[in-house]
């Protein structure tokens, strides 16, 4: 290990599309977790939105909606700093210099990228191919060391390592940059689809059914939770023998993670138990645990000037810490301006 640093947290979720049951397990809870033990940044990524086309009528909302998000789900602004990407010119201009560290032949290996481009990848914008370098800017303006992300993230915080140490390495400024962290397991690290047990739960996933959304009303949850698929037996006594039962795996995953226990805990209960008599349980959790959250999100999300005043209060706050970054960035490159 190098020098040791501050230890620092930063994340982001993009503004498009609803959150879902999935984004508040695996990402928020854990930002409100993680800001009681360290120094925390948490923004909205409307610059990576627009990697792919987005309404400009809608944009701003969509990140209020975000914000709303985090702020329901416990995240505090008097402890955490919540700030939309756009707001911070810092990241744009740390992912230029980055954009000529990292390799053509490293992006190349970027999996997101193959998936969101599918076979037509000439006609994807620029951006959503130097996205990741983008990501690695938004992590190390701020020099961070632990990033909550989902598994689907792993590959871009290898990147951003390896950006790191090129960066330290070619301008000969050993530690200049961290080596940065993900932060992947806990609970709620892989909420899948209520229609296949085997496919994360995702915004894209053209069937409502597939998740809950942070927005769903009682009705909505207890009928998805109703039609969640599964299968004909009861629940075991051991992890052992979910394992092949991936549906079944999934719901006491949800259930264990909503209500902060481990699914062998939730297993000693249950063991022996139908879905018949589960699902109206998990349901009844669902419901208390997020309904609270829903109306938290529509409360902030009626006071949009509040959400406002607590974004650029964040913004400022974060550029306090990344414009030194940069600043010193532009000496070590020597830029004219540097
Ligand atoms: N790519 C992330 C996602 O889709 C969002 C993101 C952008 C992010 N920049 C980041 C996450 C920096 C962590 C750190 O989930």
Redesign the pocket.
Known sequence: MTTPRHPRV?????PTGALHLGNYLGALVKFTRLQHEMETFIFV?DL?AITQWQDPKLLKSQVREIAAAYLAAGLDPKIATIFPQSAVPEHAELAWVFNCVARLGWLDRMTQFKDKAGKHKERESVGLYT?PV??AA??LIYKATH?P??E??KQ?LELTRDIAQKFNHDFDVPDFFPQPEAVIEGPGARIMSLRDGTSKMSKSDPSDYSRINLTDDADAILQKVRKARTDPEPLPETLEELKARPEAQNLVGIYAALDGRTSADVLTEFAGVGFGTFKPRLADLAVAKLGPVGEAMRRYMSDPAEIDRILTAGAARAREVAAPTLAEVKSIVGYWAG
């Open positions: 930063l994340s982001g979720v993009q990524a990576h996205y983008l990501q938004d992590i990033v992300v989902g689907d993230q871009h």
